[in-house]
């Protein structure tokens, strides 16, 4: 078992940047929340789950794994099932540890505790990093509080949260338990102090050095605060008022002892808060909250609107209600279970250049402008953890998140468009610059209306440059597939739409100006009706019965084949 602070439970003891690996890992965008119906579905054992397609609701609960309280009972449930594993040579933050991370992550390897972590100045932090949180699926189900198998069921789950319809009846409302526990679950519970205050310090006493804070490339500006969830509140807010703030993950780059840059792109919920304070020329309330638990984690990163709190979102995700606290400098609330709180204030209008840094597109993006927040405190457990990522061409975790949550949203965009069977967006393109659509084709045109509407309809795709819609018969997850019906069922001079001047991510430079771009739709579906003139190709396909003939002879004399 790993070490705990006295009195902490085991794990069985205790009771919005899209793509859909969101927050500054460097993606935009966010989920439509306004699905007006989901399909009926069930489980893998035939259970009933969630269908908002007339009176069918939820019958069974969705959260299969313990809650987990803090980012330590995690790790707790990481070591238990063999995900876990202490480093203990010194390792440098200054791009050794990135080096090591990504060689783990991409065996499909553990979560990663470096021990010993050895900052620029040479010496040995006593401050635990931790590295690969959610460097496989199965860990990011976890996270979510269900296993891999589960995900669909969840996905259905959130989308009922999201768009519930009216009870039909005391029956029909007695069906809607795990949607009501969920939602008495999301009410934060407010204590007065907190193992994430244990030690404090403020003013002078500041020094953001000490942190082993992970220099990740060869040219990077500097220390890069990877993992941060970022908490914000509007200007004509209370901070008790949990609804109303805002908590993002936004990458933050340390500028010297007590002060950081802030990288939130406009569209976000921390820059629209930002906006808020700076027109009245007033500096805003910020906390920057480091090892929150994986519900946290994973809410601030998942694309919610900017009326969803994603603090009051995870307790309805994580199962148990989020304990607050009160911060000790600024009027913000934090999660009390969490490592380590930096808390401080931005200006409305002090900038400074952020960058260059590498990013998800495999590329180090330019240095910009953006806040700087002077820190006026840092509280944090006894014996603190440092949560830690890096971010560059998949795979890495935001690529690893991305695809989990593509599954996720999947009953949402099928609310908005019905005919979508699956979708793919590969994590070698970003997780979002490319989809792969398969469809029920059943009229012509159909495809390219599929491909308009997820342009036009859904906002996470506005940023997806290339579109490839696919019939029902092929995997849109399968390269070869892809391939075939792209070589077999589409014609370049009739099957391609191109359009100009839309709106791209500032980030793709191969775009002819920033922030505008064309994007492409491939038509590799089969051609019906007015589509074409020509007698159309007929799959090749064996008979099942020869197909099962010949599985049992294999299996019989050449039964390693099918070991």
């Not at 390792?91 to 992550?105: E, F, G, N």
């Not at 931790?130 to 990011?140: K, Q």
């Not at 976890?142 to 969840?154: E, N």
């Not at 240095?367 to 509280?379: C, I, K, R």
Request: aromatic share 6%; net charge negative.
């Amino acid at each position: 078992m790993r070490a705990r602070a006295a009195g902490q439970q085991g794990i069985w003891g205790c009771g919005k940047e899209y793509s859909f690996p969101a927050g500054d890992f460097g993606h935009s965008g966010s989920i439509p929340l306004h699905a007006s119906r989901v399909c009926a579905a069930t489980n893998s054992g035939g259970e009933s789950l969630l269908g908002i397609c007339g009176n069918q609701q939820w019958s069974s609960p969705v959260r299969t794994l313990p809650p987990y309280p803090s980012l330590r009972h995690f790790l707790d449930w990481c070591e238990e099932t063999g995900q876990f594993q202490r480093v203990p040579d010194p390792v440098s933050v200054q791009h050794q540890m990135t080096a090591v991370h990504r060689s783990v992550l991409e065996g499909g390897g553990p979560v990663l505790q470096f021990n010993h972590p050895v900052l620029d100045s040479g010496l040995t932090s006593d401050i635990p990093v931790v590295v690969n949180l959610f460097g496989t699926a199965e860990r990011v189900a976890a996270g979510l509080g269900v296993t891999t198998d589960r995900l669909d069921d969840l996905g259905g789950f959130l989308a009922a949260l999201r768009s519930p319809a009216p009870p039909d009846g005391l029956r029909d409302t007695l069906s809607r338990w795990p949607m009501l526990k969920a939602a008495l679950a999301a009410r934060p519970k407010l204590v007065k102090t907190a193992p994430v205050q244990a030690v404090v310090r403020a003013g002078a006493d500041v020094d953001l050095s000490g942190l082993p804070v992970q220099t990740h490339w060869p040219d990077d500006a500097g220390p890069l605060i990877t993992w941060p969830v970022v908490i914000t509140r509007p200007h004509d807010s209370r901070p008790e008022d949990i609804s109303r703030c805002n908590a993002g993950v936004y990458r933050t780059q340390v500028l010297d002892r007590s002060r950081l840059i802030m990288r939130w792109l406009p569209h976000r919920g921390g820059a629209a808060h930002h906006r808020s304070w700076a027109r009245r020329g007033e500096k805003m309330p910020v906390a920057v909250v480091l090892g929150a638990n994986p519900a946290t984690l994973l809410s601030a990163a998942l694309p919610l609107p900017e009326t969803v709190s994603e603090l009051t979102f995870a307790g309805a995700l994580g199962g148990a209600r989020p304990r607050l606290v009160p911060c000790r400098s600024v009027p913000l609330m934090v999660p009390a279970d969490a490592e380590i709180v930096l808390e401080g204030w931005v200006s409305p209008s002090e900038t400074a250049p952020e960058g260059p840094f590498g990013d998800h597109t495999g590329y180090y993006n330019r240095a910009e402008p953006f806040p700087v927040m002077q820190v006026s405190a840092v509280t944090h457990r006894e014996n603190p953890l440092y949560l830690s990522t890096y971010t560059g061409r998949p795979p890495d975790e935001p690529a690893i998140i991305g695809e989990v949550f593509n599954r996720l949203a999947l009953p949402m965009v099928r609310a908005q468009i019905p005919e979508i069977r699956d979708l793919w967006l590969p994590s070698a393109a970003c997780s979002y610059r490319i989809a792969v659509v398969s469809l029920d084709k059943r009229y012509p045109g159909q495809a390219r209306r599929v491909m308009m509407a997820l342009w036009g309809m859904l906002p996470q795709f506005s940023y997806t440059k290339m579109i490839i819609a696919v019939d029902a018969d092929a995997d849109p997850r399968n390269w070869d597939d892809i391939a075939w019906v792209l070589a077999t069922r589409m014609d370049p001079s009739r099957d391609v739409m191109i359009l100009e001047n839309t709106p791209m991510d500032y980030l793709d430079f191969a775009s002819p100006q920033p922030g505008l771009a064309g994007k492409i739709g491939i038509d590799a579906t089969t051609k019906i009706g007015s589509e074409t003139t020509r007698e159309w190709g007929h799959v090749m396909q064996g008979a099942p019965e020869d197909q099962a003939f010949a599985a049992d002879l294999v299996a019989r004399l050449i039964p390693e084949l099918g070991a």
